[in-house]
């Protein structure tokens, strides 16, 4: 089962009110540059596809991959007029490479983390035993863990994120995720050319600052959740993307 456009992550959209005090301004949406009306000719920076990871076959006959967490910079452009402090996995400044998985295959991940703190990633949807579903959990800034597993599932979207006690929240929120595709072998009957006409669309609501740096809220303060103030698909505010024309034939 395939979809043109894979949708992976949605957020909740735009709130809008206005405050003059400059602590409430802070948590409000609705500020400074980042939240000026958007037009329709505002989306013209080009969309940002996640490159498909690189596999490497092990000596025994896995498919492996690696996945290294680190931080980065990233130009979402549109309002944010700066370079952000993100996360990213395996040289992505935002996000991470797509990583494409076949059902019956053996497969092997290594996990490195390179971040200044602990973090783990859970494979979210995939079928698989309590040591791969959470991914060296807890796993502490500059060290690394390999799993092995062998998906048998129908094909599907799905995506993995750190889920560490306590900064699952905020890893995500600065960039680590990515699109994680499950094929089966079965033909599928829709286009299916990655990148062209079969493009994966993370888009998530963000919160900047009024100069452009991702503002993070707590727990503690915002115990309602946070609102982003921008919506960004695959780490671009304004994309923009051509696709070819074709036509369905059952
Ligand atoms: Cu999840």
């Not at 200044?116 to 863990?145: C, F, M, R, Y």
């Not at 998906?151 to 750190?162: G, K, R, V």
Request: aromatic share 6%; hydrophobic share 35%.
């Amino acid at each position: 089962m395939k979809r043109i456009l894979r949708v992976v992550v949605v957020l909740v959209p735009l709130v809008a009110c206005h405050r003059d005090d400059e602590e409430e301004a802070r948590h409000d949406p609705d500020f400074a540059l980042c939240d000026e009306p958007v037009a329709a000719e505002a989306f013209s920076d080009p969309l940002f596809v996640p490159p498909l990871a690189t596999a490497m076959m092990t000596s025994d006959g896995a498919v492996h991959y690696d996945l290294t967490a680190q931080q980065t910079t990233h130009a979402f452009k549109g309002c944010s007029t700066l370079r952000a402090d993100t996360l990213g996995y395996s040289g992505s400044e935002y996000l991470g490479p797509t990583i494409r998985l076949t059902r019956g295959t053996l497969t092997e991940v290594t996990v490195a983390n390179r971040l200044s703190e602990a973090t783990s990633v859970h494979w979210h949807g995939l079928k698989t035993s309590a040591n791969v579903d959470i991914t060296g959990s807890h796993l502490p800034a500059g060290q690394s863990a390999t799993v092995r597993f062998t998906p048998d599932q129908p094909a599907a979207t799905l995506w993995l994120h750190p889920h560490e006690h306590m900064r699952t929240g905020e890893q995500i929120f600065r960039g680590l995720a990515s699109v994680v595709i499950l094929d089966d072998g079965e033909q599928p009957t829709l286009p299916h050319t990655y990148g062209v006409d079969d493009i994966p669309l993370v888009i998530q609501d963000r919160r900047f600052t009024p100069d452009g740096k991702l503002d993070y809220l707590t727990y503690d303060e915002d115990n309602d959740g946070m609102l982003g103030n921008r919506i960004a698909v695959n780490g671009i505010i304004h994309p923009q993307k051509e696709v070819p024309r074709a036509r369905q034939i059952e």
